[in-house]
């Protein structure tokens, strides 16, 4: 992650994190409660070079274990996050990413 991440959870826009410090922070306390027994897999990665030092990355993941308040206790989760990744100093850095939870219409109301 860069310093300057911009990072929307599948909470969205009200929990927008809003560089590498805030990240780390709830990250970190989500971490301790919700997903501490969650394993997080990734499925399928694809990559798109908008630049050479820059790209596009859609990264489709699974999850289970975790703790959900509005799903059922560590049901298997699956999603997307779209990354926005760029060359700094050699290093491919995230500077922002959109997570989006796969739902049925029914669980989105």
Known sequence: MAEDV???TVVG???WEKGLKEFK???AEVHRTLFNESVLTIKEIHVKFLRPDIALAHV???TRGDVIP???P???RAG???WVVEKRSGKWLIIASQNTENRT???SQ
């Open 6 to 8: 911009d990072y929307v």
């Open 13 to 15: 826009a009200r929990d």
């Open 25 to 27: 922070q709830r990250h």
């Open 60 to 62: 489709l993941w699974e």
């Open 70 to 72: 509005e799903r059922k």
């Open 74 to 76: 560590r049901a298997p």
């Open 80 to 82: 997307i996050f779209i």
């Open 105 to 107: 219409p029914a669980e």
